[in-house]
């Protein structure tokens, strides 16, 4: 993600970690939209004091962007609206979209993304590889990537 810019959606407490993993990670601009404005206010003066190097701004970007994460909770339930406003950003401006929701596979989110011409993942190997450390640290061993995969999707998918 080094020199990238991002487009987070969310400042709860998934969209603190993700906004400070982009800044770690070296992203050249973050932008953080929240519905309570303050929340993301403070996930921005975190940023400014231990990431300098990064600008960041709370708001949508004007340009283009090379990744748009949602760290939302919609998508997650039938219904759900969408997590970014449509008037404010246009998703043809993203190169890719990630959705932290895996289930459904496809959110509202990511099928408008796709329509709009942007890569798109969901949340599964996110929820996958977390897993997979988790238990590499309780057991000590290597985690089975693919039978949890595998698990996973059976589980989440029916597949």
Known sequence: ????????????????????KLAAEGVSEL?????????????????????????????????AVDLLLNATSLGLKPGDGLPWDEGQFALRNARAVYDMVYRPAETPLLKAAKAAGCR?????????YQGARALELWTGRTAPVKIMRDALEKNIYGG
């Open 31 to 63: 932008f953080l939209v929240n519905r309570t404005t303050a929340k993301a206010e403070a996930i921005a003066g975190e940023i400014r004091q231990r990431y300098p190097g990064v600008k960041v701004a709370v708001g949508y970007p004007k340009m």
């Open 120 to 128: 798109t993942a969901n949340g599964l190997g996110m929820l996958l």
């Open 1 to 20: 993600m080094a020199g990238a810019k991002a487009l987070l959606l969310g400042a709860g407490g998934a969209g603190r970690v993700a906004a400070l």
